[in-house]
């Protein structure tokens, strides 16, 4: 099964590569205009951004898919009032690095304050392939923690560096690729992707 994944983010691909090693999946091209996400919640997000990308293939895609999969997901900060939340792309967009976005995050964080964190996946799944029925089908997956005081590890992307899963000490950014897939809110979302979609079963 080939899918349509709504993102050119490399990371994002390395990782449903990994959780959903039974599809294959066709990035987002470049000369593709950028998808909307204008929504105020995650699922709001990841529809948009798979129906516009459905909308986009069906006129100029080079190849054929059997569907489109689109995520919105964010870092969720208890003491941000939820922020950055579904913005978690678009923050601190002037800084060239998820370094220096990491550590001005965490620097709007008084000494004294409530660290707990959450990330939040949302995806979206819509068919193109005549044989696939049905309408959207959306799907989540969230992973409670909380924020470390620096920016450690460089494995993963995004926040994962300043993020602490419950249970562990280290951060997503020093934990191996396999401990973050067995419990990552990406990982419990393509669970649950699987459970809806008999067509993933291996």
């Not at 562990?168 to 934990?175: A, R, S, V, Y």
């Amino acid at each position: 099964m080939k899918l349509l994944l709504a993102s050119r983010n490399a990371g994002k691909l390395r990782e449903f590569s990994a959780l959903l090693p039974e599809l294959q999946f066709v990035l987002w091209p470049a000369e593709a205009p950028e998808l909307p996400e204008t929504g105020a919640f995650f699922q709001d997000n990841a529809l948009q951004k798979a129906e516009g990308a459905r909308a986009w293939w069906r006129e100029h895609g080079t190849e054929a898919v059997d569907g489109v999969l689109a995520d919105d997901s964010g870092l969720c900060v208890d003491a941000l009032w939820g922020g950055p939340g579904v913005l978690s792309a678009r923050f601190a967009l002037d800084l060239p690095s998820y370094l220096e976005r990491n550590r001005r995050l965490l620097a709007m964080l008084p000494g004294d304050a409530d660290r707990r964190a959450r990330f939040v996946c949302v995806l979206a799944f819509v068919p193109l392939a005549a044989r696939l029925k049905g309408g959207p089908i959306t799907v989540s997956g969230a992973v409670e923690g909380g924020l470390a005081l620096e920016h450690r590890g460089e494995n993963g992307f995004g926040y994962d560096p300043i993020f602490i899963p419950d249970g562990f000490d280290q951060t997503f950014g020093e934990l191996p690729s396999s401990t973050k897939h067995t419990l990552s809110h990406r990982a419990r979302a393509c669970a649950a992707l699987r459970e809806c979609l008999p067509e993933l079963h291996p």
